[in-house]
Each structure stands twice: as structure tokens, then as C-alpha cells.
């Protein structure tokens, strides 16, 4: 689509609307010629003779007519962002200066730029590789603490840091491989089999984990799905409710309210969680009703698809957990609702948490227990620096290369046949960092990107 980096391009890299001020940005070829036209800096100077990075003060004047004034700060090539001569204009962010100032920039020859095509020209140029573009894609995505931690940390290069690691265990292996091969047929004795095997289990492992960090997270990007179940009326959508700070699910005094499940974001700490309200489980063996046993099967899905399970009563049984022994592989929190009605002061113990979802008693109990059962999960994410799918899908097919060969070394395969899935890991790895030629994934990393970047 845009794979063309001879025109000069152009865009505003704030975003869309009114602000204090806006930028917009001009790169490639023609970027110094088509600004001097209409920008007169306040030192007099041509384009050409002002101080890279640094501001300028100026004035944008269609013929005699002033449009605004500006800041303009530009970068020599190869000192810029996309490698090639470069400007910023910080202009007034009305949406007519804006337009104004991008017109005149298009009517003297440059393009409107395609959403992420500085930073696509960046990397043809050689200033950013591949992982950090996409690490890049993943920081606009970046919606809580959580995926913005794990962008950040591969934009500054721990992901190709791992990257390198795993290269120089190949090369090691290799290396082992091609003292054997440096010998005759006869000799293969030469080869160090016992080193040779306990590098590759290192190597396996150390993926492996990698792998399971990044499986982890992704699951964690989803948001960990926490569902509320219980008998009708015991006072789930109103917790549901006061979770998600507004009055999302219908709640009545009349038993079976909610009939469909109800979901939604939920943010806490920083860590994003999918919350679901389902219809409450009537205790009758045999349901007639349709619609209920339709609802019903709706619970049992989501309860069987939960990460962590909020058991709500509104009475203390024996048994709390009685219902729900066929989850009991699930993480499970018993809550008690309605502790106002309760004749008795009686306080939560560490079986259950005693709440009043109606007066608000007891919520930051709730929070708690979900954080702590789930950090369990949440370490894993201090191992995770894979930045996506792609990525992962390349370190997997390594991985499974890397497996084979530790499966047939015990049968004596020969050295060259080591030598040619040595080979082939190596090429799953290198997909991950190398120049891609191909224009559909290079479409698909950088049309994520915001226009202007
Ligand atoms: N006294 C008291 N009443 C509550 C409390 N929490 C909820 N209720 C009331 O209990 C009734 C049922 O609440 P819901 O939140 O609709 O209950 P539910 O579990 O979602 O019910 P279903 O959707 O029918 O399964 C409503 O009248 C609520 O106002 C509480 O903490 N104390
Ligand atoms: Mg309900």
C-alpha cells in the first residue's frame, strides 16, 4: 500500500481536534524546500542555516498573509526519527491553523503520510529494528499498567537482548557440530555429545520459560475473567454493580433478575480483569422454565471459563462450598452479602468475607483476596518480554526444532543432519529480527500506528 519512500511526506501527529498546540510533521527529499516557501524564522535565516534540534521561532505567512506563529525545529539526515531530513512544526492547535498549515505543506508538494509510515520509514532507513516497531505498535495499544510496562521494556531492547542470547547458543551448538563434521564418518566419536545435549536442554529451558511468560500475559492482556454466581436474589448484580462503579446490570428485589450473564472491564491496580453477573442458580433439580435453563447454561459456561470464581450467599451455611464442588480446581472467594440484615455482629473470617453490597460495607476485603489469589498468575509477568503474536508464534517453531533435535540425538542421527535443524531453528529465529521484504507484514505492523507517527 505504501511502500514508496521517494515523496516527501506530511501529517499532524497530534491527535485529531482542538488543543493548546498541534504538531505537524514533514519528512523525506523535498521536507527543507517545501517549508521554506512559507516559513520566515524570527533570526532571518534560510532553512538550511538554522541549528538542528533546537527551536525556532517563526512565522508561517501565506504570501503577505500571517497564518501563525510557530516553533519549528528540524533534523538533518540521517539525525531523525525516519532517517531522512525531518521537520516539526508546533503551530496553534485550532483546527484551522492546523488544516491551514498541512494544506500549504501538501500544495507544495508533499503527500498526506499513511498511518505509521514515519515509523515505517524509519526502519527501511535502518533507526529502528523490527522489534522495536512493533514494540512501538504495542505501546499505542497499551491500555493499562500492565501492557504499557511490558511495551516500554522491549522499546528499550530486552526482547533482542534475548534474542541475542538464544543466537549465541546456536552458534555454540554449531560450533560443537562442526569440530564432528571437520572429522571423517568413521570418527564421530569426536563429537561431545554430553556437552552438546546439556547446552541444548539450557537453551530449551530458558525458551520454554520465555514461552510461558508471554502465554501468561496474553491471557492477563485479555483481562483474568472473574464470575459472580449464586443463588437468585442473594445480591450478585448489585456487587457487580458497585465493582464497576456504575449501574450496569438491572437489580430487583424479584428473583431471577438477570437472565443472560453481563461483562465488562474491570481495572484494579493497574491489572485488567473481565467481571461477569450471571443469572442465579435456582436450587430445583429439574428447571422447566426455558429461558432460566438457557441462563443457566450461560452460568455454567462462564463459571467453567473462569479464572477466579466469587461464590455470593446472603446467609452463612455449613457447607459454604457445597454447590460448587465440581469447581473446586478453580481459585474460589465466598462472600456472605446482606451482613446488614444479620442479627447477630459477627466478623469475616478466612473462610468467607462478609459484605453488604447495598451499604458498601466490605468491598476493599474483596479487592484484596482478588489481588492475592491472582499473584500467583501475575508473576509470571516479570518473565514476559515477547512483544506479540508473530514473535511468539517464531519462538515457538525454535523451540519445537530445538525439541526434535534433543529427541533424536538419543537415536545417533549424524552430525549433518544436526547441522540441517540447527539450520532450520536458526532460520525460525532469525524471522524474528530480519529485514522482512514481505510488503504485507510490514502493512500489517505499522498501519496499527497512530497517523504522524
Ligand atoms: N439488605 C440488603 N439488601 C441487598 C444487599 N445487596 C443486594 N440487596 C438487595 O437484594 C435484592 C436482589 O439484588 P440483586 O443484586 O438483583 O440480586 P441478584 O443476585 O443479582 O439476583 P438475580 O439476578 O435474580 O439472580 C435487591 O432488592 C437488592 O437491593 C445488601 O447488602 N443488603
Ligand atoms: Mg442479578
New binding site residues.
Given amino acids: 500500500m505504501f511502500i514508496n519512500n521517494k515523496d516527501t511526506i506530511t501529517a499532524i501527529a497530534t491527535p485529531n481536534g482542538i488543543g493548546a498546540i498541534a504538531i505537524i510533521r514533514i519528512s523525506g527529499k523535498l521536507c527543507f524546500k517545501i517549508v521554506s516557501i512559507f516559513f520566515v524564522s524570527k533570526e532571518n535565516k534560510q532553512i538550511t542555516e538554522l541549528k538542528p534540534k533546537t527551536m525556532h521561532l517563526g512565522l508561517i505567512k501565506q504570501k503577505k498573509k500571517i497564518i501563525d506563529q510557530v516553533f519549528l525545529c528540524l533534523f538533518k539526515k540521517p539525525f531523525s526519527y525516519t532517517g531522512e531530513d525531518l521537520i516539526e512544526i508546533y503551530c496553534h492547535g485550532t483546527l484551522y491553523i492546523q488544516n491551514k498549515i498541512l494544506k500549504l505543506l501538501i500544495d507544495n508538494g508533499a503527500r498526506l503520510a499513511n498511518p505509521g509510515e514515519f515509523s515505517l520509514r524509519s526502519f527501511q532507513n535502518g533507526k529502528i529494528d523490527l522489534i522495536k516497531a512493533e514494540s512501538l505498535s504495542e505501546l499505542f495499544k497499551a491500555e493499562d499498567e500492565l501492557a504499557h510496562s511490558l511495551a516500554i521494556k522491549n522499546f528499550n531492547g530486552k526482547f533482542s537482548i534475548f534474542l541475542k542470547e538464544i543466537r549465541q547458543y546456536i552458534i555454540y551448538l554449531n560450533s560443537l557440530i562442526n569440530v564432528a563434521l571437520d572429522f571423517d564418518e568413521d570418527n564421530i566419536s569426536e563429537f561431545n555429545y554430553k556437552k552438546f545435549r546439556n547446552t541444548l536442554v539450557v537453551l530449551i529451558t530458558k525458551i520454554k520459560r520465555t514461552i510461558l511468560g508471554f502465554q501468561q500475559n496474553n491471557l492477563l492482556k485479555k483481562g483474568y475473567y472473574l464470575v459472580?454466581v449464586?443463588?437468585?436474589?442473594?445480591?450478585?448484580?448489585?456487587?457487580?454493580?458497585l465493582l464497576l462503579k456504575k449501574e450496569r446490570?438491572?437489580?430487583?428485589?424479584?428473583?431471577?433478575?438477570?437472565?443472560n450473564y453481563i461483562e465488562e472491564d474491570y481495572f484494579l491496580k493497574g491489572i485488567k480483569y473481565r467481571i461477569v453477573?450471571?443469572?442465579?442458580i435456582q436450587p430445583t433439580k429439574n428447571p422447566t422454565n426455558k429461558l432460566y435453563i438457557k441462563g443457566i447454561n450461560k452460568t455454567y459456561e462462564t463459571i467453567n471459563s473462569a479464572d477466579l470464581i466469587l461464590v455470593?450467599k446472603?446467609k452463612i451455611e455449613k457447607d459454604l462450598e457445597q454447590d460448587f464442588q465440581r469447581y473446586r480446581n478453580k481459585q474460589i472467594i465466598i462472600i456472605i452479602?446482606?451482613?446488614?440484615?444479620l442479627k447477630k455482629k459477627i466478623i469475616s473470617k478466612n473462610k468467607y468475607i462478609l459484605?453488604?453490597?447495598?451499604?458498601r460495607?466490605g468491598l476493599e476485603r474483596i479487592k484484596k483476596q482478588i489481588k492475592e489469589k491472582m499473584n500467583k498468575r501475575l508473576n509470571y509477568k516479570k518473565d514476559n518480554i515477547i512483544n506479540n503474536m508473530r514473535n511468539y508464534e517464531c519462538l515457538k517453531k525454535v523451540l519445537l526444532t530445538l525439541i526434535k533435535i534433543k529427541k533424536t540425538i538419543t537415536n545417533y542421527l549424524t552430525p549433518e543432519i544436526l547441522s540441517f535443524l540447527l539450520r532450520e531453528a536458526n532460520y525460525h529465529l532469525g524471522k524474528i529480527t530480519k529485514i522482512v521484504t514481505n510488503d504485507e507484514i510490514l502493512n500489517k505492523i505499522f498501519s496499527t500506528f497512530c497517523l504522524g507517527k
Wanted: charged share 15%; hydrophobic share 35%; glycine share 10%.
Fill in positions: 459472580l449464586g443463588r437468585p436474589n442473594v445480591g450478585k448484580s448489585t456487587l457487580f454493580n446490570s438491572i437489580v430487583s428485589n424479584l428473583s431471577g433478575t438477570t437472565i453477573d450471571t443469572a442465579g455470593i446472603d452479602n446482606k451482613c446488614d440484615l459484605i453488604s453490597a447495598k451499604y460495607i
